[in-house]
Protein backbone atom coordinates (compact mmCIF):
# COMPACT_ATOMS: atom_id res chain seq x y z
CA UNK A 1 0.00 0.00 0.00
CA UNK A 2 2.64 2.59 0.47
CA UNK A 3 4.47 1.81 -2.49
CA UNK A 4 1.22 1.93 -3.89
CA UNK A 5 1.09 5.50 -2.63
CA UNK A 6 4.53 6.33 -3.81
CA UNK A 7 3.55 5.14 -7.77
CA UNK A 8 0.04 7.61 -7.16
CA UNK A 9 2.26 10.59 -6.36
CA UNK A 10 4.72 10.30 -9.04
CA UNK A 11 2.15 9.72 -11.02
CA UNK A 12 0.27 12.56 -10.19
CA UNK A 13 3.16 14.64 -10.93
CA UNK A 14 4.13 13.50 -14.04
CA UNK A 15 0.81 14.50 -15.58
CA UNK A 16 0.68 17.94 -14.11
CA UNK A 17 4.34 18.06 -15.77
CA UNK A 18 3.40 16.40 -18.86
CA UNK A 19 -0.58 16.18 -19.63
CA UNK A 20 -0.44 14.42 -22.35
CA UNK A 21 0.99 11.61 -21.70
CA UNK A 22 -1.40 8.54 -19.94
CA UNK A 23 -1.36 8.07 -16.67
CA UNK A 24 -1.21 4.58 -17.07
CA UNK A 25 2.56 4.60 -18.89
CA UNK A 26 3.77 7.05 -16.62
CA UNK A 27 2.86 5.32 -13.43
CA UNK A 28 5.22 2.81 -15.51
CA UNK A 29 7.82 4.67 -15.87
CA UNK A 30 7.92 5.86 -12.66
CA UNK A 31 7.88 2.05 -11.42
CA UNK A 32 10.40 1.27 -13.43
CA UNK A 33 12.91 4.09 -12.33
CA UNK A 34 12.53 2.75 -9.06
CA UNK A 35 12.87 -0.89 -9.63
CA UNK A 36 16.08 -0.38 -11.71
CA UNK A 37 18.27 1.66 -9.09
CA UNK A 38 16.85 -1.13 -5.92
CA UNK A 39 17.39 -3.99 -8.28
CA UNK A 40 20.72 -3.30 -9.23
CA UNK A 41 22.22 -0.94 -6.80
CA UNK A 42 20.60 -2.37 -3.54
CA UNK A 43 21.24 -0.69 0.04
CA UNK A 44 24.18 1.51 -0.72
CA UNK A 45 22.07 2.81 -3.98
CA UNK A 46 18.70 3.50 -1.67
CA UNK A 47 20.77 5.26 1.06
CA UNK A 48 22.60 7.48 -1.14
CA UNK A 49 19.49 8.17 -2.90
CA UNK A 50 17.59 8.81 -0.19
CA UNK A 51 20.13 11.40 1.02
CA UNK A 52 19.92 13.58 -2.06
CA UNK A 53 16.17 13.38 -2.03
CA UNK A 54 15.80 14.06 1.35
CA UNK A 55 18.40 17.18 0.81
CA UNK A 56 15.71 18.55 -2.34
CA UNK A 57 12.55 17.74 -0.39
CA UNK A 58 13.70 19.78 2.83
CA UNK A 59 15.11 22.81 0.75
CA UNK A 60 11.54 22.91 -1.86
CA UNK A 61 9.59 23.21 1.58
CA UNK A 62 11.85 26.08 3.01
CA UNK A 63 11.83 27.96 -0.43
CA UNK A 64 8.06 28.08 -1.15
CA UNK A 65 7.31 30.01 2.29
CA UNK A 66 10.91 31.79 2.26
CA UNK A 67 9.66 33.20 -1.48
CA UNK A 68 5.91 34.13 -0.35
CA UNK A 69 6.72 35.55 2.89
CA UNK A 70 9.52 37.95 1.23
CA UNK A 71 8.78 38.51 -2.07
CA UNK A 72 4.96 38.09 -1.97
CA UNK A 73 3.43 39.63 1.53
CA UNK A 74 1.92 42.02 -0.27
CA UNK A 75 -1.04 39.17 -1.58
CA UNK A 76 -1.11 37.56 2.41
CA UNK A 77 -4.92 38.39 3.15
CA UNK A 78 -5.06 38.06 7.33
CA UNK A 79 -8.68 37.77 6.21
CA UNK A 80 -8.75 34.14 4.87
CA UNK A 81 -7.86 33.00 8.36
CA UNK A 82 -11.18 33.75 9.82
CA UNK A 83 -12.50 32.88 6.30
CA UNK A 84 -15.06 29.91 6.54
CA UNK A 85 -15.17 27.93 3.09
CA UNK A 86 -17.30 25.58 1.52
CA UNK A 87 -16.72 23.03 -1.55
CA UNK A 88 -19.15 20.07 -2.41
CA UNK A 89 -17.43 16.80 -2.22
CA UNK A 90 -17.50 15.44 -5.84
CA UNK A 91 -17.68 11.26 -4.55
CA UNK A 92 -20.37 11.70 -1.65
CA UNK A 93 -22.17 15.16 -2.45
CA UNK A 94 -21.52 16.52 1.11
CA UNK A 95 -21.15 19.78 1.91
CA UNK A 96 -17.38 20.09 3.85
CA UNK A 97 -16.66 23.41 5.31
CA UNK A 98 -13.08 24.60 5.81
CA UNK A 99 -12.30 26.80 9.08
CA UNK A 100 -9.01 27.83 9.89
CA UNK A 101 -10.12 28.43 13.70
CA UNK A 102 -9.72 31.20 16.02
CA UNK A 103 -7.24 29.18 18.04
CA UNK A 104 -4.01 26.60 17.86
CA UNK A 105 -6.53 24.12 19.73
CA UNK A 106 -9.61 25.22 18.38
CA UNK A 107 -11.20 21.85 17.33
CA UNK A 108 -12.27 18.46 18.52
CA UNK A 109 -10.37 16.38 20.50
CA UNK A 110 -10.49 13.70 18.39
CA UNK A 111 -8.83 15.66 15.74
CA UNK A 112 -6.21 16.29 18.08
CA UNK A 113 -6.01 12.53 19.45
CA UNK A 114 -5.87 11.48 15.62
CA UNK A 115 -2.71 13.96 14.40
CA UNK A 116 -0.90 13.36 17.93
CA UNK A 117 -1.58 9.37 16.34
CA UNK A 118 0.45 9.60 13.45
CA UNK A 119 3.40 10.65 15.81
CA UNK A 120 2.83 7.29 16.52
CA UNK A 121 3.76 5.63 13.25
CA UNK A 122 7.52 6.73 13.74
CA UNK A 123 8.55 3.50 15.99
CA UNK A 124 7.24 0.97 13.14
CA UNK A 125 8.38 2.61 10.38
CA UNK A 126 10.70 -0.45 8.52
CA UNK A 127 12.02 2.09 6.33
CA UNK A 128 12.93 4.30 8.80
CA UNK A 129 14.11 1.72 11.47
CA UNK A 130 16.49 -0.20 9.13
CA UNK A 131 18.41 3.03 8.61
CA UNK A 132 19.21 2.85 12.04
CA UNK A 133 20.26 -0.57 11.87
CA UNK A 134 22.76 0.11 9.18
CA UNK A 135 24.61 2.23 11.48
CA UNK A 136 28.29 1.11 11.83
CA UNK A 137 28.21 1.54 15.57
CA UNK A 138 26.04 1.94 18.30
CA UNK A 139 28.32 6.22 19.02
CA UNK A 140 26.82 7.16 15.56
CA UNK A 141 23.13 6.60 16.60
CA UNK A 142 23.24 10.16 18.80
CA UNK A 143 23.98 11.96 15.62
CA UNK A 144 22.14 10.91 13.73
CA UNK A 145 18.86 11.33 15.53
CA UNK A 146 20.14 14.96 15.96
CA UNK A 147 19.95 15.24 11.92
CA UNK A 148 17.07 13.16 11.69
CA UNK A 149 15.43 15.31 14.35
CA UNK A 150 16.53 18.34 13.34
CA UNK A 151 15.17 17.66 9.17
CA UNK A 152 12.29 16.77 10.54
CA UNK A 153 11.50 20.27 12.46
CA UNK A 154 12.87 22.10 9.71
CA UNK A 155 10.27 20.29 7.04
CA UNK A 156 7.59 19.79 9.04
CA UNK A 157 7.68 23.88 10.06
CA UNK A 158 8.23 24.56 6.63
CA UNK A 159 5.05 21.94 5.63
CA UNK A 160 2.58 23.88 8.19
CA UNK A 161 3.88 27.70 6.70
CA UNK A 162 2.94 26.54 3.34
CA UNK A 163 -0.44 25.87 4.56
CA UNK A 164 -0.76 29.01 6.41
CA UNK A 165 0.26 31.47 3.77
CA UNK A 166 -1.49 29.37 0.92
CA UNK A 167 -4.77 29.58 3.21
CA UNK A 168 -3.94 33.67 2.98
CA UNK A 169 -2.65 33.84 -0.63
CA UNK A 170 -4.92 31.34 -2.63
CA UNK A 171 -7.97 29.71 -0.04
CA UNK A 172 -10.72 30.91 -2.25
CA UNK A 173 -9.49 29.04 -5.24
CA UNK A 174 -8.55 26.23 -3.65
CA UNK A 175 -10.81 25.32 -0.51
CA UNK A 176 -14.04 26.20 -2.84
CA UNK A 177 -12.77 22.99 -4.68
CA UNK A 178 -11.70 21.20 -2.28
CA UNK A 179 -7.74 21.06 -3.65
CA UNK A 180 -6.51 22.10 -0.36
CA UNK A 181 -3.83 19.04 -0.73
CA UNK A 182 -2.44 20.70 -3.96
CA UNK A 183 -1.61 23.74 -1.66
CA UNK A 184 2.14 22.69 -2.73
CA UNK A 185 2.19 22.48 -6.28
CA UNK A 186 -0.08 25.38 -6.84
CA UNK A 187 1.90 27.31 -5.14
CA UNK A 188 5.54 26.26 -7.12
CA UNK A 189 3.55 26.78 -10.41
CA UNK A 190 2.16 30.15 -9.09
CA UNK A 191 5.50 31.91 -7.57
CA UNK A 192 8.29 30.39 -9.19
CA UNK A 193 9.39 30.17 -13.23
CA UNK A 194 8.94 26.93 -15.01
CA UNK A 195 12.66 25.33 -14.17
CA UNK A 196 12.61 26.09 -10.69
CA UNK A 197 9.08 25.19 -10.13
CA UNK A 198 9.74 21.49 -11.99
CA UNK A 199 12.66 21.27 -9.27
CA UNK A 200 10.03 21.93 -6.74
CA UNK A 201 7.84 19.56 -8.04
CA UNK A 202 10.60 17.15 -8.24
CA UNK A 203 10.80 17.26 -4.67
CA UNK A 204 7.66 15.55 -4.62
CA UNK A 205 9.12 12.93 -6.45
CA UNK A 206 12.07 12.34 -4.44
CA UNK A 207 9.36 12.28 -1.53
CA UNK A 208 8.02 9.55 -3.41
CA UNK A 209 10.94 7.11 -4.80
CA UNK A 210 12.42 7.63 -0.96
CA UNK A 211 9.54 5.88 0.72
CA UNK A 212 9.16 3.41 -1.94
CA UNK A 213 12.42 2.07 -2.67
CA UNK A 214 13.24 1.62 1.21
CA UNK A 215 9.82 -0.26 1.58
CA UNK A 216 10.63 -2.86 -1.22
CA UNK A 217 14.25 -2.93 0.19
CA UNK A 218 12.90 -4.01 3.52
CA UNK A 219 10.31 -6.50 2.21
CA UNK A 220 12.48 -8.29 0.39
CA UNK A 221 15.86 -8.50 2.54
CA UNK A 222 13.21 -9.32 5.53
CA UNK A 223 11.90 -11.83 3.86
CA UNK A 224 14.98 -13.69 2.30
CA UNK A 225 17.07 -13.09 6.10
CA UNK A 226 13.73 -14.53 7.78
CA UNK A 227 11.73 -16.54 6.32
CA UNK A 228 13.24 -17.95 3.10
CA UNK A 229 16.63 -19.09 4.31
CA UNK A 230 15.85 -19.90 8.35
CA UNK A 231 12.62 -21.82 6.94
CA UNK A 232 12.57 -23.05 3.29
CA UNK A 233 16.16 -23.34 2.14
CA UNK A 234 19.00 -23.18 4.73
CA UNK A 235 21.65 -24.13 2.72
CA UNK A 236 20.86 -21.50 0.18
CA UNK A 237 24.10 -19.90 -1.06
CA UNK A 238 24.29 -15.83 -1.08
CA UNK A 239 23.76 -15.62 -4.79
CA UNK A 240 20.52 -17.83 -4.38
CA UNK A 241 19.25 -15.23 -1.66
CA UNK A 242 19.97 -12.40 -3.93
CA UNK A 243 17.89 -13.67 -6.68
CA UNK A 244 15.10 -14.28 -4.83
CA UNK A 245 15.87 -10.99 -3.56
CA UNK A 246 15.58 -9.70 -6.57
CA UNK A 247 12.41 -11.40 -7.49
CA UNK A 248 10.43 -10.41 -4.45
CA UNK A 249 11.31 -6.70 -5.67
CA UNK A 250 9.67 -7.48 -8.68
CA UNK A 251 6.78 -9.72 -7.27
CA UNK A 252 6.03 -6.36 -5.39
CA UNK A 253 6.21 -3.57 -7.76
CA UNK A 254 3.65 -5.28 -9.68
CA UNK A 255 1.41 -5.86 -6.83
CA UNK A 256 1.96 -1.86 -5.55
CA UNK A 257 1.15 -1.31 -9.55
CA UNK A 258 -1.89 -3.20 -9.87
CA UNK A 259 -3.02 -1.00 -6.18
CA UNK A 260 -2.39 1.91 -7.15
CA UNK A 261 -4.32 1.30 -10.86
CA UNK A 262 -7.25 0.33 -8.74
CA UNK A 263 -7.41 3.05 -6.17
CA UNK A 264 -7.44 6.25 -9.02
CA UNK A 265 -5.01 9.44 -8.70
CA UNK A 266 -5.32 12.38 -6.74
CA UNK A 267 -4.60 13.91 -3.23
CA UNK A 268 -6.92 11.93 -1.54
CA UNK A 269 -6.35 8.78 -3.33
CA UNK A 270 -2.47 9.13 -1.86
CA UNK A 271 -3.45 10.78 1.30
CA UNK A 272 -5.75 7.45 1.83
CA UNK A 273 -3.35 5.07 0.85
CA UNK A 274 -0.81 6.97 3.13
CA UNK A 275 -2.92 6.90 6.12
CA UNK A 276 -4.03 3.38 5.77
CA UNK A 277 -0.30 2.03 5.47
CA UNK A 278 0.69 4.12 8.03
CA UNK A 279 -1.65 2.94 10.52
CA UNK A 280 -0.93 -0.62 10.39
CA UNK A 281 3.08 -0.28 10.21
CA UNK A 282 2.90 1.54 13.37
CA UNK A 283 -0.13 -0.45 15.36
CA UNK A 284 1.78 -3.87 14.28
CA UNK A 285 5.47 -3.10 14.64
CA UNK A 286 5.78 0.19 17.25
CA UNK A 287 4.82 -1.43 20.45
CA UNK A 288 7.09 -4.34 19.92
CA UNK A 289 10.37 -2.27 18.99
CA UNK A 290 9.19 0.19 21.96
CA UNK A 291 9.49 -3.06 24.60
CA UNK A 292 12.07 -4.56 22.86
CA UNK A 293 14.55 -1.51 23.28
CA UNK A 294 13.09 -1.14 27.00
CA UNK A 295 11.74 -3.82 28.57
CA UNK A 296 14.72 -6.67 29.28
CA UNK A 297 11.17 -9.35 30.34
CA UNK A 298 9.62 -9.18 26.92
CA UNK A 299 10.13 -12.32 25.14
CA UNK A 300 9.06 -13.51 21.62
CA UNK A 301 5.79 -14.59 22.41
CA UNK A 302 4.88 -11.33 23.64
CA UNK A 303 6.38 -9.67 20.18
CA UNK A 304 3.83 -12.01 17.78
CA UNK A 305 1.46 -11.51 19.95
CA UNK A 306 1.86 -7.66 19.62
CA UNK A 307 2.50 -7.19 16.08
CA UNK A 308 -1.06 -9.65 14.95
CA UNK A 309 -2.93 -8.02 17.33
CA UNK A 310 -1.87 -4.34 16.43
CA UNK A 311 -2.41 -5.11 12.65
CA UNK A 312 -5.86 -7.01 13.48
CA UNK A 313 -7.03 -4.37 15.47
CA UNK A 314 -6.14 -1.33 13.32
CA UNK A 315 -7.79 -3.31 10.19
CA UNK A 316 -10.63 -3.96 11.87
CA UNK A 317 -10.96 -0.52 13.34
CA UNK A 318 -10.65 0.33 9.48
CA UNK A 319 -13.33 -2.08 8.15
CA UNK A 320 -16.37 -1.82 10.45
CA UNK A 321 -16.07 1.74 10.24
CA UNK A 322 -15.17 3.05 13.71
CA UNK A 323 -12.52 5.60 11.85
CA UNK A 324 -15.41 7.50 10.26
CA UNK A 325 -18.01 7.09 13.05
CA UNK A 326 -15.70 7.99 15.87
CA UNK A 327 -13.47 10.34 13.91
CA UNK A 328 -10.08 8.57 15.46
CA UNK A 329 -7.18 7.84 13.51
CA UNK A 330 -7.33 3.59 13.58
CA UNK A 331 -3.74 3.57 14.62
CA UNK A 332 -4.38 5.14 18.15
CA UNK A 333 -6.67 2.12 19.20
CA UNK A 334 -4.72 -0.46 17.19
CA UNK A 335 -1.26 0.81 19.05
CA UNK A 336 -2.43 0.82 22.68
CA UNK A 337 -4.22 -2.34 22.13
CA UNK A 338 -0.79 -3.89 20.29
CA UNK A 339 0.97 -3.04 23.62
CA UNK A 340 -1.30 -4.02 25.75
CA UNK A 341 -1.33 -7.71 24.00
CA UNK A 342 2.22 -7.71 23.85
CA UNK A 343 2.77 -6.89 28.13
CA UNK A 344 -0.03 -9.36 28.52
CA UNK A 345 1.15 -12.22 26.55
CA UNK A 346 4.64 -11.50 27.42
CA UNK A 347 4.09 -11.89 31.62
CA UNK A 348 1.97 -15.01 30.86
CA UNK A 349 4.96 -16.93 29.35
CA UNK A 350 8.40 -17.71 30.00
CA UNK A 351 11.09 -15.56 30.53
CA UNK A 352 13.60 -14.89 27.45
CA UNK A 353 16.57 -17.08 28.33
CA UNK A 354 20.13 -16.14 29.39
CA UNK A 355 21.76 -15.33 26.41
CA UNK A 356 18.92 -13.38 25.16
CA UNK A 357 18.77 -11.17 28.19
CA UNK A 358 22.64 -11.04 27.93
CA UNK A 359 22.00 -9.33 24.27
CA UNK A 360 19.75 -6.77 25.69
CA UNK A 361 21.63 -5.69 28.93
CA UNK A 362 25.37 -5.73 26.09
CA UNK A 363 23.12 -3.35 24.18
CA UNK A 364 21.24 -0.99 26.67
CA UNK A 365 25.09 -0.51 28.07
CA UNK A 366 26.06 3.20 27.97
CA UNK A 367 29.74 1.61 27.29
CA UNK A 368 28.39 -0.56 23.67
CA UNK A 369 30.06 0.60 21.22
Not at 99 to 122: E, H, K, P, R
Not at 203 to 208: Q, R, T, V
Request: hydrophobic share 55%; charged share 10%.
Amino acid sequence: MYVASALVAGTSVFSTLFPDVSPKIAMFVFLLIIVAYTFFGGFAAVCWTDFFQGLLMMLALMLVPIVVFFGHRALLDPTALTTVYEYTDAATGTVTQCAFGGGIFNTSWQDILSGLGWGLGYFGMPHILVRFMSIEKPSMIKKSSIVAIVWVIISLFSAVMIAYFGRMVMGAELLTQGNQKLVFIAMARRFFPAGICGLLLAAIIAASISTADSQLLVASSSFTADLYKPFFRKKATEKETLFVGRVLVLVLSLIAFVIANSKGSGAQAIMDMVENAWGAFGASFGPTILLSLFWKRFNYQGAVAGVISGFVIDLGWLLTGMTASTGIFEIVPGFFGSLVVAIIVAKLTSAPNEKAVAIFEQATSKNAD
